[in-house]
């Protein structure tokens, strides 16, 4: 999600969050919307802003929101979600998945005529190439772990291109491939165990069909329009680096879109961002807290507001290979420390405080996990109870964010929260947000303590605790290793037993909050400025489901 969509985000305070969960439609049933659009301008464009430039966006090595809003702009997946359900439905295959009688083998079927947007001719076979690359260990992807449910993914992945025997690198890529069986249109993945949430990851960016002979011919520089060919709504057409991305309307796509181009701009303050929608620069515009006040002595603003669910958990991360973080205590100490209401009130205005990992309207989400709750009193109890070495650490604290006016503002929040609260002083630590955003993807980079979040990429607690958390998990890079977590997320992951299943990872989300690696702060409601001339633009929770590409339009003004 992934700001997922769905998918790890790192709050930089400059994204405008409604661009990356936007989704746009009028069908009733979660396919393409057949009415409405009589009004649309046939030449129209629609422009946001993404804030900054995406540090990559191959599929298969992507994960963040900016990213892979670009890829499912471009590339289809075998399936996609319904926007009113969440659940998955067929897009490049034609129907639900035909799943064998003991779980464990998947068969989709694509749609007949498929093409890619040069008009060459879509087969299993590139869907089989698009999973590949995504366990391939050459390709090193970010969100390699979501294959591991396939049989031979995880062992082949977790081998080294430049250190392993050739011939057993060879071994395991062919271990692989014969769980990735094409036979016609038709491709079936095996799978090590039963996964009630396989049909959802068929949905996601992972799996799309890149084209090989397209990765070949550009090498390091594939993803530059010219190579980066796709299946999907639109063609990526220009890349101005550092300034936008223009996205032009496929007619070798199945279901021709209702816009002629969609530029992303790529504005990272957001004051300014708010001042080009204000001068009819941007179509949409994520509103900030300190945009509100403007908005709401302005009427003809005022009448643009727009609100909608948010999917997103935000939180304080800690790197627990660093001390003092190293040490639980120090950990539930600053996490039961900061006030969440008055950030709410004070500084963050749009959301909902946290005290558990789940987003509200998400499977699992659990208002009766109070531990994280604001409590001075335990919080120094807590600290005080933390080793020698962990206290000594103390006098060196310092927590990295992305350097934005917006992001300033955030952290000296809860600098000022713990030092009051903690008698603990944190300095601050900015660096520009393409550094922020390269650092906190990776544990040997993590920074002591960072502000980071995550999105739904599917309704499903799998999504959130097996992805995020157990112990394999590249997501939030905080080096959380508790073998507990890992068997009753292991357990709930295979579990065919709706009630068993819940009950597991209810279990594994409470111990989360108890061991504290993160504190959680809020979740995200969404709430933006939308331009009259700007429809069947919707907001959901995953927000890239495809009909939000296919039905978004604007008339002509």
């Given amino acids: 999600m992934t700001p997922s969509r769905s998918r790890i985000w790192p709050l930089i305070g400059v994204l405008s969050l409604v661009v990356l969960v936007i989704s746009a439609c009028t069908q009733q049933s979660g396919g393409p919307s057949t009415s409405a659009g009589a009004d649309a301008d046939p030449n129209g464009e629609f422009r ?77 076979n590139d869907f089989k190439y698009g999973w590949q690359r995504l366990c391939d260990p050459a390709t090193a992807g970010n969100y390699s772990f979501t294959g591991y449910i396939v049989a031979g993914c995880e062992a082949w992945n977790s081998m080294d291109p430049k ?17 990735v069986k094409v036979n016609g249109n038709d491709i079936s993945f095996t799978l090590t165990q039963q996964a009630p949430y396989f049909n959802s990851i068929a949905g996601l960016w992972v799996g799309v ?15 530059e329009p010219a190579t980066y060919v796709g299946n999907g709504p639109f063609i990526f057409s220009e890349w101005n680096h550092n300034s936008k991305m223009v996205f032009t309307r496929n007619p070798n796509f199945r279901t021709p879109v209702k816009l002629a181009k969609w530029t992303k701009v790529m504005i990272n303050e957001g004051a300014v961002a708010f001042a080009a929608y204000r001068s009819d620069e941007l179509d949409e515009y994520g509103i900030a807290a300190e945009d509100l006040r403007s908005i709401d002595s302005d009427a003809a603003l005022k009448a643009q507001v727009v609100e909608g669910p948010g999917s997103c958990s935000n939180y304080i991360a800690f790197n627990l290979k660093k001390a003092p973080f190293d040490d639980k205590n120090v950990r539930v100490a600053f996490v039961k420390s900061f006030d969440r209401d ?23 989400y659990d208002p009766g996990d109070t531990f994280q709750k604001f409590d001075p009193a335990s919080a120094k109890t807590a600290l005080a109870q933390a080793s020698p070495a ?12 992305s350097a934005t006016a917006r992001g300033k503002t955030r952290l000296e929040w809860f600098q000022n929260q713990w030092k009051t609260n903690l008698g603990v002083n944190v300095s601050l630590d900015p660096v520009d947000t393409t550094t922020y955003t390269q650092l906190v993807k990776k544990l040997e980079t993590a920074p002591q303590m960072f502000y980071i979040g995550w999105c739904a990429d599917y309704y499903d607690q799998q999504d959130w ?16 290793n508790n073998p507990t977590f890992d068997k009753l997320v292991a357990d709930a992951d295979k579990e065919p037993d709706a009630k068993k299943r819940d009950d597991l990872y209810q279990q594994a989300s409470r111990l989360l909050s108890q061991d504290a690696p993160v504190g959680f702060v809020y979740y995200s409601t ?28 604007v008339t002509k003004h």
């Avoid at 962990?390 to 964010?401: D, F, P, S």
């Fill in 163 to 179: 250190k392993d025997d050739p011939a057993k690198l060879a071994a395991a890529k062919a271990t692989f491939l014969n769980s």
């Fill in 390 to 401: 962990a206290q000594a650490a103390l006098a060196n604290l310092k927590i990295t964010y």
């Fill in 526 to 553: 969404t709430k933006i400025l939308q331009k009259p001339w700007v429809k069947n633009l919707y907001i959901t929770p995953l927000g890239f489901e495809e009909a939000g590409y296919i039905d978004l339009y």
């Fill in 48 to 124: 946001s802003n993404i804030g900054s430039e995406p540090d990559t966006i191959d599929p298969q090595v992507e994960s963040f929101v900016d990213e892979i809003g670009v890829t499912m702009q471009v590339y289809e997946a075998l399936m996609t979600f319904d926007i009113k359900t969440g659940k998955p439905i067929p897009a490049a295959a034609k129907d639900q998945p035909k799943v064998s009688a003991d779980g464990l083998t998947y068969t989709y079927t694509l749609r007949d005529g498929l093409k890619y947007s040069d008009g060459k001719a879509l087969t299993a």
């Fill in 342 to 364: 008055a950030y709410i009130a004070d500084i963050q205005k749009i959301g909902k405080p946290s005290t558990s990992f789940i987003s509200p309207g998400i499977p699992g």
């Fill in 465 to 480: 605790l097996t992805t995020v958390f157990n112990s394999k998990s590249t997501q939030t890079p905080t080096g959380y």
């Fill in 209 to 223: 069909p890149t084209r090989e002979d397209m990765v070949t011919k550009g090498g390091d520089k594939w993803t």
